[in-house]
């Protein structure tokens, strides 16, 4: 089946640096989508990305979507101890809509 | 503001016992859900796709008769663990397509004692 390959798995930053994690995958994805889950919370999205090259932010947040279709990365600027948290990657293909997730990018941001 | 939302957040069930968790779409009608299952420090794991008006379709490995999904409306979609055992303990979080992307509802805390 489809996989996605997320990396860093981790990363323990200080506040106010710029974080930057990444998705690869085998397989293309039509939609690719960032999510953020704080414990005990369901994900909540943070960026979509539809187009093959879109570049699209979110306050701090910025995301791309791959040429290839292949690959998307997430940026972070000027963490703040509130960024605490995983971030999953995720694409989609079709309408069918079932999303293959990346393990997760555990970020933990020191004030 | 949420645009999924699932119910309860938590629920403590003795072994043996059925649970049944709830998703809604909050304001747009959804023909498909997902519902995944996510160990601690894991990625989502997916069980089931919820089809309104049929049958479920499940992921290998996910047993259909301990899982059973029910998706009675365009916005309801439920999740009923049956024959509960520890090992069913985990977060179990539903997500709905619309535009703009695949939303999650606030995930679910199963603990079976």
């Known amino acids: 089946g489809q996989q996605l390959n997320q990396s860093p798995q981790s990363m323990f930053i200080q506040e106010g640096e710029d974080v930057s994690m990444n998705c690869t995958s085998s397989s293309i994805f039509n939609t690719w989508l960032w999510y953020k889950q704080d414990p005990g919370e369901g994900p909540v999205l943070l960026i979509a990305?539809?187009?093959?090259?879109e570049l699209t932010s979110n306050g701090r947040l910025t995301a791309q979507f791959g040429i290839t279709r292949k690959d998307s990365f997430l940026n972070i600027s000027a963490s703040i101890p509130s960024d605490v948290g995983i971030y999953f990657c995720?694409?989609?293909?079709?309408?069918?809509?079932?999303?293959?997730f990346g393990d997760g990018t555990t970020l933990t941001v020191k004030p | 503001g949420a645009v999924v939302s699932q119910h309860p957040s938590r629920v403590i069930c003795k072994s043996g016992t059925s649970v049944k968790i709830e998703c809604r779409s909050l304001?747009?009608?959804?023909?498909?859900m997902f519902w995944y299952r996510q160990f601690p420090k894991q990625s989502l794991m997916l069980m089931a796709t919820s089809n309104e008006g049929s049958k479920a379709t499940y992921e290998q490995g996910v047993e259909k008769d301990k899982f059973l999904i029910n998706h009675a409306s365009l916005t309801l979609s439920t999740l009923t663990v049956t024959s509960a055992h520890p090992e069913d303990s985990s977060f179990y979080i539903c997500?709905?397509?619309?535009?703009?992307?695949?939303?999650f509802g606030q995930g679910t805390r199963l603990t079976v004692v």
């Open positions: 995720a694409g989609l293909t079709g309408n069918a809509g079932k999303s293959t």
């Open positions: 304001d747009f009608q959804a023909t498909t």
């Open positions: 997500s709905a397509r619309r535009q703009g992307g695949a939303f």
């Open positions: 990305l539809y187009k093959a090259g």
